[in-house]
């Protein structure tokens, strides 16, 4: 059986009862046992359309974990068969076995709990567990690595041996600044504008059922979104720069503008959580013919759906829809990344997408996380801990040990960074010297103005009005380090 993980809209379980269609369930039903653990819209502060992981219809992914062999890709239930436990008749809310509370503590022996102890037994511990981390009770305090919760501190933290690996998550927000917009922002947000398509409900452009009866509407937005039109921006080259220093373990990204390819991330080390326009198959099953982007790009320039030159059914590019699963590179990638992480680096994203969101509980509970946006997010919430979602960051509390937010703009906040670390003017340099690069492909007449620059970033915008970000500056109450960038 395959990855039973997939993003949904849980947020939305009138839409879902009718997809669904079994009527005895109530519309709580749907939202929590078809949708699988739902975020409902109250409990996502009211932000609409917020999507949470869930299982496929009737098959919540961590209690069928039998179906999926240790060690298979998307197996995100392996944490809990490896361990031992029980999982297959459990009704276990999805990503529990993600969450911090889940792991064993530090230094524990990880057999122990293999070796014996009835089903009842484990959940109990479980829910202990939950409940200790959760209202903070009986648990050692995990060591403090950060000598002070701010963007400085995390800069000396990167500047000692202890920081070999830093993992980043990052989403729309940091494309922004390159002329795409975000899903979520209010008024700018991809989602506040797509009336001209009439969807039924905005992330209808971006499900997988929707689009197997109406793929107009998201051919039309491709449009507009296709990469290859654009430069990365400050934040991309700040991770290209993490590279080059030998510190970037992985970029998880949830954009599909393929930007961290351009900035020069190598294929290895990125995990495209939701896909990419790289390629393109054919949706009919048995037949899967493979497309590539330019073919794609073709058709969708011309104002044509693409349809395989083989069957005619509909071409899809591999990015993922609600209702589709995640490629299996995230799941067998984030068991061992996320285990060695020193310091995760979240950027630009609302952390509103499971199981994209809950990555941040996975880490060590001594790695600091440092959290550069525009506003807080993936902040603990008592109500998604229990769920089993893991616990959050925790930038405020009394208890804040390790997170920092640096609110503002993700450039902004990458340059503050590079300046504490001392690489300012090296990242600007390298955005300097690529955007030239791309510029001089876009328009290969004018040499003058290409200075060399990595050949694998000569892919971009053609219209060469530059994709370097607007000087927003900070607009934080907690900048932390007390400097401008
Ligand atoms: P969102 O639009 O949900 O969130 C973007 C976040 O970035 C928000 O918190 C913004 O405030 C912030 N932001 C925007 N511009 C910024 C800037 N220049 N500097 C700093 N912060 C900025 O986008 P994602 O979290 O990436 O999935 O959304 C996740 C997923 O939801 C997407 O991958 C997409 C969508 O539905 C699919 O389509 C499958």
Redesign the pocket.
Known sequence: MGVVVS?SQSALPEQHAEKCGDPLLSREEHAGMCGGLSQSAESTRG?P?S?ALSANHRLPPFSQSESLLPGTPGSLASSANQRGRPTASREVPPGVPMSEADAPPPGADPDAEAEGGSEEDSDMELLRNLLARTLGLGTEPPERVLDELSLAGIARFMQSERCRRVVCM????????AGI?????PG????ANLGRYELPYP?A??DISYFKQHPEPFFALAKELLPGQLKP?V?HYFMRLLKEKGLLLRCYT???DTLERVAGLQPEELVE???TFQTAHCLRSSCRHQYDLSWVKEKIFSSLVPKCDKCQSVVKPD????G?NLPSRFFSLLQSDFQKVDLLII???????QP??SLVSRVPASTPRLL????K?GQSDVFMSLMGFGCGMDFDSDKAYRDVAW???????CLALAELLGWKKELQELVRKEHAAIDAVAAPEDTSSASGGDPTSRRGRTDGSGGR?ES?GASSEQRGDGKEP
Do not use: W
């Open positions: 993003l932000i359309g999507v990052v989403g729309a927000g940091i494309s922004t600044a917009p975000d899903f979520r922002s700018t947000g991809l989602y992330e452009i971006f921006t934040c949830q954009n599909i959580a939701h896909g990015i993922v829809f609600f589709e950027m630009g994203t609302s952390l509103q997408v994209f969101a550069i946006n525009k506003e997010t609110l503002g703009d993700c450039d902004e906040g970000a927003g």
